[in-house]
């Protein structure tokens, strides 16, 4: 349980979001994610923002969808911000390269391609993915 392994995390990571009208599952769910992982990896109790990718993820559909697969490469490209930066607006929106309240963005947070989950064999990313689980949890 992360609340017990990593009390730090326990509001990050037990944290539930509600995409209303708007079609994000794929940004609320991704989003969440890669919160999860660097509270677990640096202790660092941060929420980023869906709506972020929502507005500036170009090969995604905003609130009309988007695909789990390129979302993982887009957020390697273009990074994240924290939700405090872009709240969710349960709509789509224009990627203004500035906050709420107009300030620029805030150094972005990227991801790397930890283990490959577009390569190889099923049963290595499965493996792969276990393994990651069970050492850093989420």
Known sequence: DVRTHWPACAEVAGRISNQGSCGSCWAMSSAAAVSDRVCIAS???????????????????GCSGGRPDPVWHDIMREGLVPEACVPFAERDGECTGACRG??????????????????????????????????HGS
């Open 102 to 135: 107009g300030s620029p963005y805030p150094a972005r947070r990227y991801t790397k391609n930890v283990y490959s989950p577009w390569g190889a064999t099923d049963a290595e990313r499965v493996a792969a993915i276990q393994r990651d689980i069970m050492q």
């Open 43 to 61: 202790n660092s109790s941060v929420h980023y923002a869906p709506q972020f990718m929502i507005n500036c993820y170009a090969r995604q559909l």
